[in-house]
């Protein structure tokens, strides 16, 4: 598994207008071939009267699946455009669909390249990119006296609180880095003075908006 990779945040469309053709983008997160293929059949079913349903998509953690299909336009002009938007964002389990519908004006190759590139990159934008971080949940079971230090403590941290259980003790589960989960143990000791209990959870991926500065 993947220590941490980006996706799309949701599934979702969105419309420009470039030269009186309308570019809508359509995206969703998909994890097989067979189901980035479904999603595409359900879109072209969706947009039949369109002049062109445009696709590529990205699967596996390795990108060991990629696709990119140009629907009757110029070979190269829009499925493979599409498909290296998903390269650049670093994205995967991708799969877009890119439906034109033709308004009166020819845009040349280049023209297309940059509409469907630029089409794929405002729907990418619209839906957002999430960061999915491969972490361990840490139970830590402690006495009520300590919940409000603890409470305080994890809130101003690194560390994210998945869910607080008010049992006869409380019981804290925490999302930890995977990479950090001695350093989140020994702090928890520290902080209790010894007097708390833990033990290692599942292994999930916490999802978080992710944010780009370059």
């Given at each position: 598994?993947?220590?941490?990779?980006?996706?799309?945040?949701q599934?979702?469309?969105?419309?420009i207008?470039?030269?009186?053709?309308?570019?809508?983008?359509?995206?969703?997160?998909?994890?097989?071939?067979?189901?980035?293929?479904?999603?595409?059949?359900?879109?072209?079913?969706?947009?039949w009267?369109?002049?062109?349903?445009?696709?590529?998509?990205l699967?596996?953690?390795?990108?060991?699946?990629?696709?990119?299909?140009?629907?009757?336009?110029?070979?190269?002009?829009?499925?493979?455009?599409?498909?290296?938007?998903?390269?650049?964002?670093?994205?995967?389990?991708?799969?877009?669909?890119?439906?034109?519908?033709f308004?009166?004006?020819?845009?040349?190759?280049g023209?297309?390249?940059?509409?469907?590139?630029?089409?794929?990159?405002?729907?990418?934008?619209?839906?957002?990119?999430?960061?999915?971080?491969?972490?361990?949940i840490?139970?830590?079971?402690?006495?009520?006296?300590?919940?409000?230090?603890?409470?305080?403590e994890?809130?101003s941290?690194?560390?994210?609180?998945?869910?607080?259980?008010?049992?006869?003790?409380?019981e804290?589960?925490?999302?930890?880095?995977?990479?950090?989960?001695?350093?989140f143990?020994?702090?928890?000791?520290?902080?209790?003075?010894?007097?708390?209990?833990?033990?290692?959870?599942?292994?999930?991926?916490?999802?978080e908006?992710?944010?780009?500065?370059?």
């Open positions: 598994m993947l220590s941490r990779y980006c996706t799309v945040k599934s979702g469309n969105h419309e207008t470039i030269q009186k053709s309308r570019f809508i983008a359509h995206i969703k997160r998909v994890e097989s071939e067979v189901e980035a293929q479904e999603f595409i059949q359900a879109i072209k079913k969706q947009h009267n369109a002049t062109h349903n445009c696709s590529a998509y699967i596996g953690e390795q990108d060991q699946i990629q696709k990119a299909n140009d629907d009757g336009e110029p070979s190269g002009t829009a499925g493979v455009p599409i498909l290296e938007v998903l390269k650049k964002r670093n994205l995967k389990d991708t799969a877009v669909v890119v439906t034109r519908y308004g009166g004006i020819k845009l040349g190759a023209g297309l390249i940059r509409a469907y590139g630029k089409a794929t990159s405002t729907g990418l934008d619209s839906v957002g990119i999430v960061e999915r971080k491969l972490t361990q840490v139970h830590v079971k402690i006495d009520y006296t300590w919940l409000g230090k603890i409470e305080k994890l809130r941290s690194v560390y994210k609180i998945k869910e607080i259980h008010y049992l006869d003790t409380v804290v589960e925490t999302f930890v880095d995977e990479s950090s989960v001695q350093t143990m020994d702090w928890m000791i520290e902080l209790t003075n010894g007097q708390c209990t833990m033990k290692k959870g599942e292994t999930v991926y916490l999802e908006d992710y944010v780009s500065y370059s």
